[in-house]
């Protein structure tokens, strides 16, 4: 057409006269691309882009169920996140209460034996003390016994001392 444009533009003609066979031809050529354009091409190409529409589709459709899918697992996981905080709460509260618990009977076995230590020491304070008295009404029995033969100048017997020097202590006992 751009040739045909150009030869007439050599004989003198003008580009903007019109021809009624290049009109005619204009026409014929443009039906015929325009039914190869719809019996051909265009069914082609709309298959083509159904099938891009159906797999556009398709993969929205998985995205979704994937997003789905996804705020599942992630519901699920903040679930086990939360149990697990749970059941390590629970496990610092029964370290916590055992440990506690130890720490009582510690205590308690501590306070046990040193009541026991006081018991025994208290017992053997008691012996000794008794043990001390014993040996100090001896020690007086036996001053009392030399002073009184050195004042009597006589002997008297051990045991009649003994019993009368038991007396005068446990009256002095008594008085105390």
Do not use: Y
């Amino acid at each position: 057409m751009c040739c045909h444009a150009l030869l007439l533009a050599a004989e003198g003609g003008s580009l903007t006269d019109i021809h009624l066979p290049t009109i005619i031809w204009a026409w014929i050529t443009f039906g015929v691309t325009f039914w190869i354009l719809t019996k051909i091409a265009w069914p082609m190409l709309a298959k083509k882009m159904e099938e891009r529409e159906i797999r556009i589709r398709e993969g929205l459709d998985l995205a979704e169920q994937m997003k789905e899918e996804a705020a599942t697992l992630l519901e699920r996981q903040e679930q086990v996140l939360a149990q697990a905080r749970a059941e390590a709460q629970n496990v610092i509260s029964e370290g916590r209460a055992v440990a506690e618990k130890m720490k009582s009977e510690a205590t308690e076995a501590a306070a046990e034996e040193i009541a026991e230590e006081r018991a025994r020491a208290r017992k053997e304070i008691t012996l000794e003390r008794a043990k001390a008295v014993d040996e100090v009404k001896r020690a007086a029995v036996d001053l009392v016994l030399g002073a009184t033969g050195q004042l009597l100048q006589r002997e008297i017997r051990d045991e009649d001392h003994r019993k009368l020097v038991a007396a005068v202590l446990d009256q002095a006992e008594r008085l105390a």
